[in-house]
Nanobody, 125 residues
Framework: QVQLVESGGGLVQPGGSLRLSCAAS????????IGWFRQAPGKEREGVSY????????YYADSVKGRFTISRDNAKNTVYLRMNSLKPEDTAVYYC??????????????????WGQGTQVTVSS
């Protein structure tokens, strides 16, 4: 059974940090591009960060550049999103998604095949 499971969300004060994990089961992530997306109440789901399957190239939305870091550990079949200097506007449900590729990185959420159930991140004092 193919499954992605996110974890690591929670309540954090502005300026704080969290590390989200996206663990895959039923398939190996080695040949999959991974995207992290988020959806705030009343807003559309938006892409936050992506990592390629081949050379580990990373991409970030302007809103998180310099604060978030995506990484992957293929040995653990897990992708991470380290989030620093969190702001209230980062509050959302965060999802990871996977798409088999030969190296290119899909940026559109409709190009991803597998999705996790999401993890809530709340940034508030």
């Amino acid at each position: 059974q193919v499954q992605l499971v996110e974890s690591g969300g929670g309540l954090v004060q502005p300026g704080g940090s969290l590390r989200l994990s996206c663990a895959a089961s039923g398939f190996t992530l080695d040949y999959y591009a991974i995207g992290w997306f988020r959806q705030a109440p009343g807003k559309e789901r938006e892409g936050v960060s992506y990592i390629s399957s081949s050379d580990g190239s990373t991409y970030y939305a302007d809103s998180v550049k310099g604060r978030f870091t995506i990484s992957r550990d293929n040995a653990k079949n897990t992708v991470y999103l380290r989030m620093n200097s969190l702001k209230p506007e980062d509050t959302a449900v965060y999802y990871c998604a996977a798409r088999w590729t030969t190296g290119w990185v899909p940026k559109n959420l409709y190009e991803y095949d597998y999705w996790g159930q999401g993890t809530q991140v709340t940034v508030s004092s």
